[in-house]
C-alpha cells in the first residue's frame, strides 16, 4: 500500500549544521504520530523537508506517493506552523487566513466561489471560531491562532496534516479542543504528524511516536517509545520524572 508520507534516509544541511542525518518514516493514512525531540533536533525541518519548503541534499520524501511540491499544489497536505515562523502582525482576517486553504481549489483567479466560502464557514465553525472571522489574525489567543490554522487544513481538505508544535502556550482547554479535532479529523481518514513537548499527553493523543534526534531513533507505539531509557537516549536525561514533563 502507498504510505501517506514515505521520508527515505533524507539528509538535510544548513551550512555546516546537519539537521537531518538518513532521516527514515513512513506513516499510514489515518493515524496520528507525535514527534518527539530535544531543541534542534531537526523536527522543524522534517516538517519543512515534508512540505517541500527545504530540499533534501540526498533522500526522497513522497505525500501519498507524489512529490511535496505537487502535493502541496493540489492541497493533499496542510503545515501548521511554529508561532515563531508566522507574522502576526499580517494584516489578513482570520476568515483570510482560512480561505487561503481554498486557493487550490480556486484556480488561477483565486475568486472564492459558493462552494469555497461555506468550506470556510464549515471550517471555521468545526473549530470553534465562527465568531472571530473578522478578527484580525493576531488578535487571537495562542490556542485560537493554532485553531486558525487547522481550519485551514480543513477547508483544503487536506488529508495530510503536519502540526510544529501546536499546544506550544495554548491553555488545556484549547489543547483538548485540538486533540479532539485532530482524532475527529484522522477517524475521517487524514494523517497526522504533530511534534510536541508534551509526554504526557502524548499516549491519548497519538498512535504512534518518533523519538528524532537528527535521525529517527525510534518509531512505534508511544508507551514503548516514551520509555525512560529511550528519553534519555533521546535527550540525555530523565525528562519523564522531571515535574510535568514538558521538555
Ligand atoms: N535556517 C537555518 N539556518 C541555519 N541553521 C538552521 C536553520 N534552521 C534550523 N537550523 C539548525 O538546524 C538544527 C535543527 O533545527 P530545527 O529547527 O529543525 O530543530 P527543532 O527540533 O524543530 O528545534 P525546536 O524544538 O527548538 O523547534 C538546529 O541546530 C538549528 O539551529
Not at 6 to 35: F, N
Request: with cysteine.
Amino acid at each position: 500500500m502507498t504510505a501517506a508520507i514515505e521520508v527515505d534516509s533524507v539528509s538535510v544541511h544548513y551550512g555546516d549544521v546537519l539537521a537531518l542525518d538518513q532521516a527514515t518514516l513512513r506513516l499510514e493514512k489515518g493515524r496520528i504520530c507525535g514527534l518527539v525531540g530535544m531543541n534542534g533536533s531537526g523536527k522543524s525541518t522534517l516538517f519543512k523537508v515534508i512540505m517541500g519548503l527545504v530540499k533534501p541534499d540526498t533522500g526522497t520524501v513522497t505525500i501519498a506517493g507524489g512529490s511535496p511540491a505537487k502535493a502541496r499544489k493540489s492541497g493533499v497536505v496542510s503545515y501548521v506552523p511554529q508561532s515563531e515562523d508566522v507574522d502576526w502582525q499580517f494584516p489578513v482576517s482570520v476568515h483570510d487566513v482560512v480561505m487561503m486553504g481554498r486557493y487550490g481549489h480556486m484556480g488561477l483567479t483565486r475568486r472564492p466561489r459558493r462552494v469555497d466560502r461555506a468550506a470556510v464557514a464549515d471550517a471555521l465553525e468545526r473549530v470553534g471560531l465562527a465568531n472571530f472571522a473578522q478578527r484580525q489574525i493576531g488578535q487571537l489567543s495562542g490556542g485560537q491562532r493554532k485553531r486558525a490554522f487547522v481550519a485551514r487544513g480543513i477547508a483544503q481538505n487536506a488529508t495530510t496534516l503536519l502540526l510544529d508544535e501546536p499546544f506550544a502556550g495554548v491553555d488545556k482547554r484549547s489543547e483538548a479542543t485540538i486533540c479532539t479535532l485532530l482524532s475527529e479529523l484522522a477517524g475521517d481518514g487524514a494523517t497526522i504528524l504533530v511534534s510536541t513537548h508534551d509526554l504526557h499527553a502524548l499516549p491519548d493523543l497519538a498512535d504512534e511516536a518518533v523519538l528524532l534526534m537528527r535521525r529517527v531513533l525510534m518509531h512505534g507505539v508511544p508507551a514503548e517509545v516514551l520509555q525512560p531509557e529511550n528519553l534519555a537516549l533521546a535527550f540525555g536525561l530523565d525528562v519523564m520524572n522531571r515535574k510535568g514533563s514538558q521538555l
